[in-house]
């Protein structure tokens, strides 16, 4: 198994490609409004983590260990093209994409008129991904594509900096990796998915993933090629939706393989990650996502990417201190 299918990370453009205006800050004097819907997950304490035996042992999933932590609220959906249009809307954001200039789009979404603006530039084993110029959060296949159509599904071509930018603009974070943990699994202890052990219970799909041959044929029997909707699919016991699939999501914290296995305060009591890092951790899977290659729509899996990163298939929710 590899790790291709979730996120290649920010590699260098071909010489070609032009630099962009450059990337605008949040504006810091004041917050804006952002109304989506919020739970509180109680403090308390759950078993974080999985033994799963088909894991990428690079991942660094186990061991299962108690982690407890304070009460947090957080989003029931990912943030949408709507909600991140209005951020944009507001503060004149440029996301790094935009500043880049190109961003990942998996093969089988291009959109046909910007087959001209795919660049040369290549994700080792992984030729799925095409470095596009002029894909961003607005055009999501390249040039020729808008979100004009789905602004209820979830924002991508967003980089862990613009994630972070957007929420505290919200007046949000990003929450940490054992709050996204805790909050996915609504309530399950030790689950394969949010709602049970079983992918598909009596048939029925509960989350967006890939369906058919890895990476050319998705045959969408969970009704979705690409994105689904950020409130598609029944929600978790703590009310949020899509914790498997669709997209992967950003986390606050910086990646490691091994930092939680160390049995400490630090890591047991409201980790937030070790102090520092070259990647950022990602979870959730994608609707790129398959048993058969990157099976990581289980809520205990993990993969992380570089902070400036953005592609097809990433986007994050927010979260929040409670009152």
């Not at 503060?91 to 603006?117: D, I, K, M, N, Q």
């Not at 972070?164 to 996915?184: D, H, I, N, Q, S």
């Not at 050319?216 to 009310?239: I, L, M, R, S």
């Amino acid at each position: 198994m590899t790790n291709s299918c979730c996120s290649p990370g920010r590699v260098p453009p071909p010489a070609t490609a032009e630099p962009s205006a450059g990337r605008s800050a949040a504006p810091t004097g004041g917050r804006g409004t952002d109304d989506a819907a919020m739970v509180t997950v109680p403090a308390g304490s759950f078993l974080m983590g999985g033994d799963d035996p088909d894991a990428f042992p690079a991942d660094g999933e186990g061991p299962i260990r108690e982690v407890t932590l304070p009460a947090f609220r957080i989003d029931t959906t990912a943030v949408s093209n709507a909600r991140f249009a209005a951020f944009v809307a507001a503060t004149g954001y440029c996301t790094e994409a935009e500043e880049f200039g190109w961003s990942f789009v998996f093969h089988r979404l291009l959109h046909p008129a910007a087959r001209p603006h795919v660049m040369d530039a290549t994700v080792p084993g992984a030729p799925w991904w095409l470095a596009v110029e002029g894909a961003t959060w607005r055009s999501p296949e390249g040039p020729g594509s808008d979100v004009t159509d789905r602004p209820d599904h979830p924002v991508v071509h967003v980089s862990w900096n613009d994630a972070v930018a957007f929420a505290a603009w919200a007046g949000k974070r990003l929450p940490t990796e054992a709050e996204w943990e805790m909050a996915a699994r609504g309530g399950r202890e030790r689950a394969r998915f949010p709602w049970g052990d079983e992918l598909t219970p009596g048939g029925v799909h509960r989350c967006n993933t890939w369906q058919g041959t890895f990476p050319q044929v998705d045959t969408a029997e969970d009704g979705y090629a690409g994105t689904a909707p950020v409130d598609a699919f029944e929600a978790n016991g703590f009310g949020l939706y899509n914790t498997s699939g669709n997209v992967w999501e950003w986390c606050a914290d910086w990646f490691s393989a091994d930092w939680h296995r160390q049995a400490t305060r630090q890591t047991r009591i409201d980790p937030k990650g070790p102090p520092s890092g070259t990647a950022r951790t990602m979870r959730g899977g994608s609707y790129l996502c398959h048993v058969s290659y990157c099976n990581r729509y289980r809520v205990a899996a993990r993969t992380s990417s570089t902070p400036d990163s953005s592609t097809g298939h990433c986007g994050f929710r927010c979260a929040a201190e409670v009152p």
